[in-house]
């Protein structure tokens, strides 16, 4: 039995937190916030926020923890990163290529140098950039924080009259996350894909390949909703996506373990959204694990343990033809009433389902990806089977708010 402790007890770490559990790893959980829905499966809670290196130093001192993990959560990464280097403690990646997996604009850049296809993009420090950049490449365009994530400040602009607030909504983002500066790129038609991988020996091996299915909406544009597998794509544009994530992951430097990377496919090909140095931070994971066998967390912990069988983990679970995470978005306000959890589960197929925000806790107006409200987590015969046993499962949980 070894001491973990895991940054971050959101709905990202959830799954990491009960393997290590069940592991039987003593879990110490860390979260600014006591009412995170994994505080309750730790072994040992240490309230903490997950952007605080000194604070996470000082905790791994005080819980005495031997090792030090997290998945799925950008925050919680850069932080876990920077520790994990200070105390010489083994994590799959050292802070400077999880800055190149974070930065947009330093991603962005990295891309272009290995010859990764991009959008035409711009760095804006003033709305005159921005507007220039529209001028000559026209609309639509996307707007983002140069350092961002979860969607928060991520905006698709349609029109001149769109610009200002998108950029202003951007750059107050990346402002209160260090750097006055927002990128802008050409919108891109087509279906989204996320590539759910693991660095081998330097190479990305793919595990699963999802349609990743949005909220509509403009701002924020992008929130996930479902990740779906398979992916409907055929065998051969699945390669295609593939092979961008791993030209990405490549160009980035990003050489060992968790590889999570969003591609668009339209008609102007493949184009790589992001590399990530982490799980996917939606039961990704758990979808690769339902639809591959292979569970990712096993090797997450397997690296921080520093335990080379554990972060080889090989396919230990049984393989369905189809998988899905669907989300459940609230209607904003204080909860009242949680309901039809156990009827969802007891459905065929249904796998997990869960609500995050415990009565008296509010669900906020969906401005970012951490605003999602529950989920279920299924498996089926196809994607239609599949889709329709989640949408079934969330109709049967009732969140109640005022
Ligand atoms: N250039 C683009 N064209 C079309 N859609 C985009 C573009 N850029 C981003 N999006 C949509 O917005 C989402 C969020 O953008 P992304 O750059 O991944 O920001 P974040 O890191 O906050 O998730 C994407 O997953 C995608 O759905
Ligand atoms: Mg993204």
């Known amino acids: 039995m070894k001491r973990v402790l895991i940054v971050g007890c959101g709905f990202p770490q959830l799954s990491l937190i009960r393997l290590a559990r069940r592991l039987g790893h003593h879990v110490i959980g860390a979260d600014f916030n006591p009412r995170a829905p994994g505080v309750g499966e730790c072994s040992e809670f240490i309230e903490v926020s997950t952007n605080d290196v000194e604070g996470l130093c000082g905790a791994m001192q005080k819980t005495r923890a031997d090792a030090i993990t997290t998945s799925g959560s950008e925050v919680s990464l850069k932080a876990t990163a920077a520790v994990a280097a200070r105390l010489g403690l083994p994590f799959h990646a050292d802070p400077e290529t999880i800055r190149r997996c974070q930065e947009k604009d330093a991603m962005r ?27 000559k490449h026209g609309f639509p365009v996307v707007i983002k924080p140069s350092r ?12 001149e009259s769109e610009l200002a607030p998108a950029f202003e909504g951007a ?13 802008i790129e050409a919108f891109l038609e087509g279906g989204e894909y996320s590539v759910n ?22 701002r924020p544009l992008g929130v996930m909703v479902a990740e779906l597998y398979p992916s409907g794509l055929s065998a051969a544009d699945e390669a295609r996506v593939v092979d961008a994530a ?22 102007r090909g493949a184009y790589l959204l992001e590399t990530a140095a982490r799980m996917g931070g939606g039961f990704d994971a758990d979808v690769t694990r339902l639809a591959s066998g292979v569970d990712l967390y096993e090797r ?4 921080a343990l520093d335990d080379g069988a554990l972060e080889r983990a090989g396919r230990s679970h049984e393989a369905h033809p189809a998988a899905v995470a669907k989300f459940l978005i609230g209607k904003p306000g204080i909860v009242r009433r949680v309901e039809g959890v156990d009827r969802a589960l007891a459905r065929p197929g249904v796998v997990e389902a869960g609500v995050f925000i ?9 401005t970012d990806s951490a605003k999602r409200a529950g989920y279920v987590l299924a498996h089926g015969s196809s994607r239609n089977d599949v889709i329709a046993t989640a949408d079934a499962a969330l109709s049967d949980i009732t969140l109640e708010t005022t």
């Open 109 to 135: 850049a990295g891309y272009e140098a290995g010859g990764v296809p991009v959008p035409p993009f711009g760095r804006c420090e003033t709305l005159a950039d921005a507007r220039a950049f529209a001028e």
């Open 148 to 159: 961002g994530w979860g969607q928060r400040g991520v905006a698709r602009v349609d029109d």
């Open 171 to 183: 750059m107050a983002q990346s402002k209160s996350a260090g750097l006055a500066m927002v990128v």
């Open 197 to 218: 991988g693991w660095i081998e020996e330097g190479r990305l091996v793919s595990y699963c390949v999802t349609e990743r299915l949005t909220v509509p909406g403009k």
């Open 246 to 267: 791993r030209a990405g992951a490549h160009a980035l430097g990003h050489t060992r373990g968790p590889c999570y990377s969003q591609v668009m496919l339209g008609p």
């Open 300 to 303: 997450v912990l397997g690296v």
């Open 358 to 366: 415990p009565v008296g806790g509010e669900v906020h107006p969906l």
